[in-house]
Each structure stands twice: as structure tokens, then as C-alpha cells.
């Protein structure tokens, strides 16, 4: 980020005496007294935990070049306070108005999963030709969002950025900072149904980032959606390329071939690409980077290189070998869609093998909770796994979709202790193991806990 103090007062409608510092250069923008530094523009946020305000006093000490705040700040004297009608929404105005100066080609990605890891191996992708900026990890709220176009150095060609939505009024928001040239629809499914009601709410939600597109309007949307497809059709001005897992009406189809192999469909070839992701349900994240990139003029081989180089975050379907385990680490979220196509590719590499599901509830269902984890259990036959861990309030509707046949096999666990506890008595000698459940569930502690176990095992010849 480039910008002088005076003109971010002025991009956030700031009021406040510089003391004579307007031209004074912003180094970075902080939410964190603790790692503020000289030069930076602090930010007073209101927290469910925690008040910024109350943090002004030892941001200013460690050298703040200014403080931002929505009330009176007694404790600042030296140091010039911008005063704002909200901190949030100013963060929010200074963000678009870097984005707007710096100028880069920006594409905002959206959908109820894969958002991230789409992103991820996309900007990989695209670093192949281009400059490219994304998201810090996955800061893609009305937060998150600004602070990352923030942390862009502003030579970039492209920014990727995610947005995630919990009800109807975010995606207009996230729209209004990031003001995107181009819109990546990824699918949609029943997630956040607490704020957005039901799958057509998500869609209608998901979709208002259309209405924010800059004059070039280009839209890529997955044809397999027909909420989507609806909601992008309604909006006749703009320019929509189709990509798909399955319709070959499409313009960009991706298929799978055998582990991590797949097969592009473009303009009657197929084309053989390798993927750093296995399973069939990664085919829509690899249509929609494929229709992107081919879009922006890269060509094939380039793209193909790109993806061999990409390394998944951790916590998104990470699969590692560890003595006689495959581990699938997707701990980091779930919803009834992400937690179906998990299992499916862990049902797949399993293949025979012993499988063990460790899962932890699905939040922000709203009144689709009780119904959405019976549907769970329904999916869990029991003849396809050896054992369920699970952590979590709905774990008796787990059992109710299963009809109580499962519960011989399926162990309750409290925490990190318990698991190990009951995993011991299970005396498994190996096969394959998945970790998923809600951020709630906290379902990484258990896939840490479950590697040192293993690594131990190994150190004392077990």
C-alpha cells in the first residue's frame, strides 16, 4: 500500500488535526496494538471481546503514525486521532479506495465451498504469466476483506480475493469494497442457512456480487447449479463464460480421470492435466481456474505447469502418508456440502482399507441443523467405515439417520483426551483416517494430537 495520511483521512470522510503530517506516508494498517509499529494507521475496532479504544493509548506509544476511532479518545493527546462515523465501515472505505488507485485486474470469488482452495490454486496458477495478490488465508469478510487489499503492494496485475457471506446484506457490502471486474460464482449449496434461510437464499445472496461488477461485467459461473444459472441469467448485461463437472454445453468441463489425475474438456480435445487435489468433487474448482486463466490468454502448458507447483493450505483436504495412514486433514470447516464431498474422496482412497471418519458438528445451520445431520447419518453406511469419532451436540441425529445401526461403531469424544483413549482401545493398524467438523469443533487439535500419536508409536518400535 502507497498512500499519505491526508488522503486516507480523506478516503475514510475522517475528521481530525494532523498536526501537520498529511503527507506523511502510512506504512501499514493495524487492528493489533500489540504488533503495531512507526508509521502505521491503527484501527479502534469494536469486538465482541475486546474495544480497540481501549488499545489507543499502547498503539500510540509503540510509534502509531495515527489512530482511528468512532468516540473520543482521552487517553491520546500526540497522536492525531482520525474520528469516523465507524471504524468497520472506514477500514472498509479506505480498502476500496487502494483498490480503485492501485488498479490491478480484480477477480472476487464466492460460492459455499472450496472458495479458498480455489483461490489458492488459482493465484498459483496465474503467477506463472502475472503479478498476482490474495487474501491473507481466508480474511474474506467486511474485516478481513479490506485488510488484505490493504496488504497489497499495488504493482500486482491481479487480485484474487474470496468473499464469504453469513446473511443477505454482506455480499452488497463486500461488493462495494472490492468493486470487482470479474465475478467467479463457484457452486452453492445449504450453508449459512441460519442468516440466508434456504439453498435459493444462498444463491440470491451469493449472487448480488454480480451486481457490483465494473464496466467489464465477465462472469464465470458453474453451469451445474440451476439457482445460479437463474440468478445469472436474470442479469442479461453480462459477460458469462459456463464452466462444469458434468454438462458438456459448457465452455470449460473437467472430469476425473484416477487419483489426481484429471481430464479437461475444451473444444471437442481432452486434455490431461495433473491437480495438487484427489476426487471427483475437486472437478468444479478445477473447470472454474481453467476457464479463468484460459480466459485472461494463458495457454494450456502454462497452465498445466502452474498447477503441478501449488501446495493446498493446510486444514483443506491435505492428504499425507504417516507409517501405515493416509491422512485427510480438512479440519477446517464443514457444511453439508463440503462434509459429503469429503467423505466421498476418502471413501475413495480407502478403497478396501480401513476407514476412520473423526468428525465434529456442522454449524450455522440455523432450523436446517437436526435435519442436516439425520442426512449425515443417512449418508454413513456402515458397512463403509470401521469406525466414527464424533464431537459434538448432534451426534444422536447422527445415529437417527443411521437408524442406530451405527452406534457399535461410533464413538462419542469430549475432547483431545478421549479421542486418544478410545482410539487406543480401537487398536487399528492402519488405512485411512479423515478429520473434518465446523471451526467450533476445533477438529485440528484432534488431527495434531492423532500424527504425534502415531510419530510416537513409530519412536518406541510399536
Given at each position: 500500500?502507497?498512500?499519505?495520511?491526508?488522503?486516507?483521512?480523506?478516503?475514510?470522510?475522517?475528521?481530525?488535526?494532523?498536526?501537520?503530517?498529511?503527507?506523511?506516508?502510512?506504512?501499514?494498517?493495524?487492528?493489533?496494538?500489540?504488533?503495531?509499529?512507526?508509521?502505521?494507521?491503527?484501527?479502534?475496532?469494536?469486538g465482541?471481546?475486546?474495544?480497540?479504544?481501549?488499545?489507543?493509548?499502547?498503539?500510540?506509544?509503540?510509534?502509531?503514525?495515527?489512530?482511528?476511532?468512532?468516540?473520543?479518545?482521552?487517553?491520546?493527546?500526540?497522536?492525531?486521532?482520525?474520528?469516523?462515523?465507524?471504524?468497520l465501515?472506514?477500514?472498509?472505505?479506505?480498502g476500496?479506495?487502494?483498490?480503485?488507485?492501485?488498479?490491478?485486474?480484480?477477480?472476487?470469488?464466492?460460492?459455499?465451498?472450496?472458495?479458498?482452495?480455489t483461490?489458492?490454486?488459482?493465484?498459483?496458477?496465474?503467477?506463472?504469466?502475472?503479478?498476482?495478490?490474495?487474501?491473507?488465508?481466508?480474511?474474506?469478510?467486511?474485516?478481513?476483506?479490506?485488510?488484505?487489499?490493504?496488504?497489497q503492494?499495488?504493482?500486482?496485475d491481479?487480485?484474487?480475493?474470496?468473499?464469504?457471506?453469513?446473511?443477505h446484506?454482506?455480499m452488497?457490502?463486500?461488493?462495494?469494497?472490492?468493486?470487482?471486474?470479474?465475478?467467479?460464482?463457484?457452486?452453492?449449496?445449504p450453508?449459512?442457512?441460519?442468516?440466508?434461510?434456504?439453498?435459493?437464499?444462498?444463491?440470491?445472496?451469493?449472487?448480488?456480487?454480480?451486481?457490483?461488477l465494473?464496466?467489464?461485467?465477465?462472469?464465470f459461473?458453474?453451469?451445474?447449479?440451476?439457482?445460479?444459472?437463474?440468478?445469472?441469467?436474470?442479469?442479461?448485461?453480462?459477460?458469462?463464460?459456463w464452466f462444469?463437472?458434468?454438462?458438456?454445453?459448457?465452455?470449460?468441463?473437467?472430469?476425473?480421470?484416477?487419483?489426481?489425475?484429471?481430464?479437461?474438456?475444451?473444444?471437442?480435445?481432452?486434455?490431461?492435466f495433473e491437480?495438487?487435489?484427489?476426487?471427483?468433487?475437486?472437478?468444479?474448482?478445477?473447470?472454474?481456474?481453467?476457464?479463468?486463466?484460459?480466459?485472461?490468454?494463458?495457454?494450456?502448458?502454462?497452465?498445466?505447469?502452474?498447477l503441478?507447483?501449488?501446495?493446498?493450505?493446510?486444514?483443506?483436504?491435505?492428504?499425507?502418508?504417516?507409517?501405515?495412514?493416509?491422512?485427510i486433514?480438512d479440519?477446517?470447516?464443514?457444511?453439508?456440502?463440503?462434509?459429503?464431498?469429503?467423505?466421498?474422496?476418502?471413501?475413495?482412497?480407502?478403497?478396501?482399507?480401513n476407514?476412520?471418519?473423526?468428525?465434529?458438528?456442522?454449524?450455522?445451520?440455523?432450523?436446517?441443523?437436526?435435519?442436516?445431520?439425520?442426512?449425515?447419518?443417512?449418508?454413513?453406511c456402515?458397512?463403509?467405515?470401521t469406525a466414527?469419532?464424533?464431537?459434538?451436540?448432534?451426534?444422536?441425529?447422527?445415529?437417527?439417520?443411521?437408524n442406530?445401526?451405527?452406534?457399535r461403531?461410533?464413538?462419542?469424544?469430549?475432547?483431545?483426551?478421549?479421542?486418544?483413549s478410545?482410539?487406543?482401545?480401537?487398536?487399528?493398524?492402519?488405512?485411512?483416517?479423515i478429520?473434518?467438523?465446523?471451526?467450533?469443533?476445533?477438529?485440528?487439535?484432534?488431527?495434531?494430537?492423532?500424527?504425534?500419536?502415531?510419530?510416537?508409536?513409530?519412536?518406541?518400535?510399536?
Amino acid at each position: 500500500m502507497e498512500m499519505k495520511l491526508g488522503e486516507a483521512a480523506r478516503a475514510m470522510q475522517g475528521q481530525a488535526d494532523l498536526k501537520g503530517l498529511e503527507r506523511a506516508p502510512v506504512s501499514a494498517v493495524k487492528t493489533d496494538s500489540r504488533r503495531t509499529g512507526p508509521g502505521d494507521l491503527f484501527f479502534c475496532l469494536q469486538g465482541t471481546r475486546n474495544d480497540g479504544h481501549s488499545f489507543a493509548r499502547q498503539a500510540a506509544d509503540r510509534g502509531a503514525l495515527a489512530i482511528v476511532a468512532h468516540r473520543e479518545l482521552s487517553t491520546v493527546q500526540d497522536t492525531p486521532v482520525l474520528m469516523v462515523d465507524d471504524t468497520l465501515k472506514a477500514l472498509g472505505r479506505l480498502g476500496r479506495h487502494w483498490r480503485l488507485k492501485a488498479g490491478p485486474k480484480v477477480l472476487g470469488i464466492t460460492g459455499s465451498a472450496g472458495k479458498t482452495t480455489t483461490k489458492e490454486i488459482l493465484a498459483e496458477v496465474l503467477k506463472t504469466r502475472f503479478k498476482v495478490g490474495k487474501n491473507f488465508q481466508n480474511w474474506n469478510n467486511q474485516l478481513g476483506l479490506p485488510l488484505s487489499l490493504l496488504m497489497q503492494r499495488g504493482n500486482e496485475d491481479f487480485w484474487i480475493m474470496e468473499l464469504g457471506i453469513n446473511n443477505h446484506t454482506d455480499m452488497d457490502e463486500l461488493g462495494e469494497i472490492l468493486h470487482p471486474d470479474a465475478a467467479l460464482i463457484l457452486n452453492v449449496g445449504p450453508c449459512h442457512l441460519e442468516g440466508l434461510g434456504d439453498v435459493a437464499g444462498v444463491a440470491r445472496a451469493k449472487s448480488c456480487i454480480l451486481d457490483h461488477l465494473r464496466a467489464e461485467r465477465r462472469a464465470f459461473i458453474n453451469l451445474d447449479y440451476p439457482d445460479i444459472k437463474r440468478e445469472a441469467e436474470s442479469r442479461p448485461d453480462l459477460n458469462i463464460t459456463w464452466f462444469s463437472s458434468c454438462d458438456p454445453e459448457a465452455a470449460c468441463r473437467v472430469s476425473h480421470s484416477r487419483d489426481n489425475w484429471f481430464i479437461l474438456h475444451l473444444n471437442g480435445r481432452d486434455i490431461f492435466f495433473e491437480a495438487p487435489v484427489q476426487g471427483a468433487h475437486f472437478c468444479e474448482n478445477l473447470a472454474a481456474i481453467w476457464a479463468v486463466a484460459l480466459a485472461y490468454g494463458m495457454h494450456t502448458e502454462e497452465i498445466r505447469a502452474g498447477l503441478k507447483k501449488v501446495t493446498l493450505p493446510e486444514q483443506r483436504m491435505s492428504i499425507c502418508r504417516l507409517g501405515k495412514w493416509t491422512i485427510i486433514d480438512d479440519s477446517y470447516n464443514a457444511n453439508p456440502m463440503s462434509m459429503q464431498a469429503a467423505l466421498k474422496t476418502a471413501r475413495s482412497l480407502a478403497s478396501g482399507e480401513n476407514l476412520i471418519l473423526v468428525l465434529g458438528d456442522m454449524a450455522e445451520l440455523g432450523q436446517a441443523e437436526t435435519r442436516a445431520h439425520r442426512d449425515l447419518g443417512r449418508s454413513l453406511c456402515t458397512e463403509a467405515f470401521t469406525a466414527l469419532f464424533y464431537r459434538g451436540e448432534n451426534l444422536e441425529h447422527v445415529l437417527s439417520g443411521m437408524n442406530g445401526t451405527g452406534s457399535r461403531k461410533t464413538h462419542e469424544i469430549q475432547d483431545v483426551s478421549s479421542f486418544l483413549s478410545a482410539w487406543d482401545k480401537l487398536g487399528c493398524p492402519g488405512g485411512v483416517i479423515i478429520f473434518k467438523g465446523s471451526r467450533r469443533a476445533g477438529m485440528e487439535n484432534f488431527v495434531q494430537a492423532f500424527k504425534a500419536s502415531l510419530k510416537k508409536d513409530r519412536e518406541a518400535g510399536r
